[in-house]
């Protein structure tokens, strides 16, 4: 009973191991940067967030955006605009996943290189687990 037990929990950490391995460096550094520049106050990395009051997230998860704008010419400069002077309430969308109206501008927050930066990383997520 004890080798079945062992046995079954070597193999579940075995597939579990991936997600429950660590975030690199770099996913630490990009999630303080986030975090630093107020990003996080609006956007999760993870689909499923909750928003205030339990609504939908503020700003749509980063692994959604990832996965919307993989393969999109010019996605990094456009995201990177974005971030920098904001949004069109009128263009959204994100309806249904983000009960945020538009991104505020965040030149002040964050230079254009560290947006660069974030949105790079951004987009190198995988899809939505």
């Known amino acids: 009973m004890k080798t079945r037990l ?9 597939a579990a191991g991936p997600a429950l391995a660590a975030p ?23 689909p499923g967030g909750k928003g205030p009051d339990g609504l939908a ?10 996965a919307r704008y993989r393969g999109v010419a010019g996605a990094q400069d456009q ?11 009128y263009n959204s969308h994100w309806k249904g996943q983000a009960s945020g109206l538009a991104m505020p501008p965040n030149a002040v927050a964050i230079t254009e290189a560290d947006a660069r ?6 987009l190198a997520l995988d899809a939505p687990k």
Do not use: F, Y
Request: hydrophobic share 50%.
């Open 117 to 122: 930066q974030l949105v790079s990383w951004i």
């Open 24 to 46: 690199s460096p770099a996913d630490a550094a990009m999630l303080k940067l986030a975090t630093t520049s107020g990003c996080m106050t609006c956007h999760h990395v993870e």
């Open 57 to 66: 997230p503020v700003g749509p998860a980063w692994r959604d955006v990832a």
């Open 79 to 89: 995201l990177t605009r974005t971030v920098m002077v904001g949004s069109n309430p």
């Open 6 to 14: 062992l046995l079954a929990l070597a193999a579940l950490s075995v």
